[in-house]
């Protein structure tokens, strides 16, 4: 059935000379590319820069938890009438701080700038295809992101600032102008940035998913992809079905912002007035938010887990532990996705029966990711481990993933989530489950890849610092926040002096803020080291970590279409490494059976056979327009 | 003049790290070093992977145990006793899980860590395993969400008749409660009644609002199931009690409740905790704009006996502002002057 498919849809090998006619300019090259590759790099280095811009928003929020009392005048060149005359935070632009850190981290970072990047990047490389199935379609996949990153960012600079309403845009506080300022023309330009987003997201998302089916080179079935390509596939369906959910969600929203319709309001006295919206429900935004919002978080959290099985299996030098239960689980986990949505909304009012099946349905969840982290540990287990940056990073994503998963399962039972609820025990439960461990995710991809991006290596070292600072930066900043959960103090909240019951861990707040200054400037180091290493990094050798996969087999600088001849063809799965009886401990994907004997297992030796009929298959590469 | 002395010193020593990176890299290239994988670097990437996972676990114990008293706040809510007792079974679970996951993860990492003889151990599966370490999670999760079921539903379920009644409003940027008075039922209400006097915007033409009164803190009975009938007039807000482990969003246009029973009285409580200015407060866990942070409201739990007093002693809220004597239709008009006290021909 693959082979098939391979067959009438994959590329010709002799037709490859012709890609080498084009002439590039500067602008089809690295603007409006079709590059597969390129738009990869557009996608980091954009998603570079937001996680600046979400880190140093944290960063300014952090001060004003932390150091309450502090006079932050010296900020007033860069935010003006944000500070008050009193030289505080404005408390409407502290919601605003902690909105935007939410939405960008968690949209424009992990996940256009995670699944962005690694997608595009890995998906033909790995899968053996010239380049992704719309190439057209991926450029606009980006341009449309860059557009709604533009639009995001100026609503910035508006006088009544971005949205403020939480990452989550509740309304009716969003939908009502009167209610808050950032629900003025921030929420306007937030809707409309997201509206572009999804665009981007869908874009991207149907190419993922072609690409994978369609475009894998001659022997690369489903069962030898690596666990990236199909972490990613899996990200990419989820997406597909789920960002439709929250577009018309932001519809509705706009509808009842902008023409008077009462999908979400009811029964609202506001600024002195009775308004006419009768019969809307504003929970039914909170159903349509968390049907994309909770597949979000996998959408975040897979190619996180499918870069890290990578990076653990080839610096452990030994196959992944279990890899068809990898694949189970993956696919337990995107479908269980979609039926745990209402966990979020426990204590909305919504029906407690709706809420004792959203439990049953949610604690099923932690199963697979159980056992993931088991198959991560015996992976590791009699392993030959090299630390490499990416190593590291890996390691510390399984660290946060145990933390962080571990308290999903107090939330996840509705009993204990009425006290927990939208306190700092979730904050630092996503934080380190979701947040920090799909960054590290993606950290480790990009040390890992940065070779084959850029045909240089990082500075080690410089890695190594910047993994420990971030490493240890993490668990002390979110750690903390689990006390100070349990202790019951709620999320969102610009200071705690308010109320006798919240007012203590004075300290600890200060403590979690100067840990989260210093693990933002350790990022510093991170941006050096890139930006240095692409124009002065140590040339890479052509297959630096001994992988397996096919990425390794391209030029040092592949061009467009990644294989100057015929694409390899794949003979086995991506995970032997240290096979008994071979010479080295990694056998690429690309070497046949035929030229292992000394290592092949017996099942495998019937497998040469097969050998020769699929190197006889042609595909025909002319269906490939350029 | 100081600033630029700042300046210069952040740049001189940036430059100076810069060079110190770019040495020790080419050092490196000239000695082979980077070629190398058993190196000084993986060996104490290895050494500091364990030794991150001891002081973290020390540190780990050390905290949850020293400021035990800090972080857990003292319970005063029947069912509190029940999620607080599931949250410890459940820290009691994953902390053991918490600690062999990561033990396992930083001394795998330590004790296999690369060496140039060694080799790794070709072992993709073995089901066996795989299929106990999904089994045992799905059991002992099974019974997590047996027991929570069993809580939740007990939480959930309909208040017992004789609960005392308190309408809990949230809007932007404070609480307001309303009792229903002697009659014990609360009066009607229509948002689009509300005006800055009416805040709740009950309907006198309901003649259970006449002796509703709106007091300026909650009190509640000890050892009664008190129901909060929970609305929210402009955005979402959250009603949280943090002593009693009661939280239910205030939702406009869809009123929601939660019931509860208080066990200590607030003067118990402040011996308890040994803080003679001891109150109950009541907070807002939804983000609802600007004034988020600052929705307090103080809430009384009072013995049973001390609260009939507060509660008899309540004046009507018609009382208090007789000029809504008005808007009571006149059939009933005699039955409000007298459940008010006022007379009404005055």
Known sequence: MDQHIAETTGYHDAEWHAHGHHKESFVTKYIFSQDHKTIAKQFLITGIFWAFIGGILSSIFRLQLGYPDMSLEWLRPLLGGWITDAGKLDPEFYLALVTMHGTIMVFFVLTAGLSGTFANFLIPLQIGARDMASGFLNMLSYWFFFASSVVMLCSFFLKTGPAAGGWVVYPPLSALPQALQGSQGGMTLWLIAMALFIVSSLLGGINYITTIINLRTRGMTFARLPLTIWALFLTAVIGVLSFPVLFSAALLLIFDRSFGTS??????????????????????????????????????????????????????????????????????????????????????????????????????????????????????????????PGMLFSIGLVSFFISGGLTGIFLGNAAIDIPLHDTYFVVAHFHLVMASASFFGMLAGVYHWFPKMFGRMMDEKLGYIHFWLTFIGVYLVFFPMHYIGIAGFPRRYYSWTTFDVFNSFTDLNTFVTVAALITMVAQFLFLFNFFYSIFRGRVAPPNPWQSNTLEWTTPLHPGHGNWPGAIPTVYRWPYDYSKPGAEEDYIPQHIPYSQTMESNLPHENDLIALEKEEEDIVIDESSESH | ???????????????????????QSLLNVARGSDKKIESTSNKVNGALLLLFMIVSIIAFFWYSIAEFDNYTLPNASEHGVLTDRMFWVTTAITGVVFILANAALFYFAFRYQYKDSGKALFY???????????????????????????VWTQITNEPPEESEVVEVMGYQFAWKVRYPGKDGMLGGYDYRLIDPVNEFGVDFSDKASFDDFVPREIHVPKGKPVLLKIRARDVLHSVYLPHFRVKMDAVPGMPTRFWFIPTKSTEEMRQETGNPDFNYELACTEICGRGHFSMRLIMVVDEPEDYEKWYNSQEPWLTQNPTYLSKVPEKLQELAAVTTGINSKN
């Not at chain 1, 975040?300 to 610096?315: H, Q, W």
């Not at chain 1, 909304?345 to 959203?358: E, K, Q, R």
């Not at chain 2, 002992?140 to 969400?145: G, N």
């Open chain 2, 1 to 23: 003049m100081f600033e630029v002395a700042i300046g210069l010193g952040v740049i001189l020593v940036l430059v100076i790290l810069l060079l110190l990176f770019r040495v």
């Open chain 1, 263 to 388: 999908f979400y309001l009811s029964d609202i006295y506001i600024g002195g007035e009775a308004l006419s919206n009768q019969g809307g429900s504003a929970i039914l935004f909170q159903h349509l938010f968390w049907f994309l919002g909770h597949p979000e978080v996998y959408i975040v959290m897979l190619p996180g887990l499918g870069i890290t099985s990578e990076i653990i299996s080839t610096n452990s030098r030994k196959p992944i532990f279990g890899y068809r239960a990898m694949i189970g689980s993956l696919l337990g986990i995107a479908v269980l996705s979609f039926i745990v949505w209402a966990h979020h909304m426990f204590v909305t009012g919504m029906n407690p029966f709706l809420g004792s099946i959203f439990m049953i349905l949610t604690l099923i969840i932690a199963v697979p990711s159980a056992v993931k982290v088991f198959n991560y540990l015996a992976t590791m287990w009699k392993g030959n481990i090299r630390f490499t």
């Open chain 2, 124 to 150: 993709p599966d073995n089901h066996k395993l795989e299929i106990a370490w999904t089994v045992i999670p799905a059991i002992v999760l099974t019974l997590l969400v047996g027991y929570g079921l069993k």
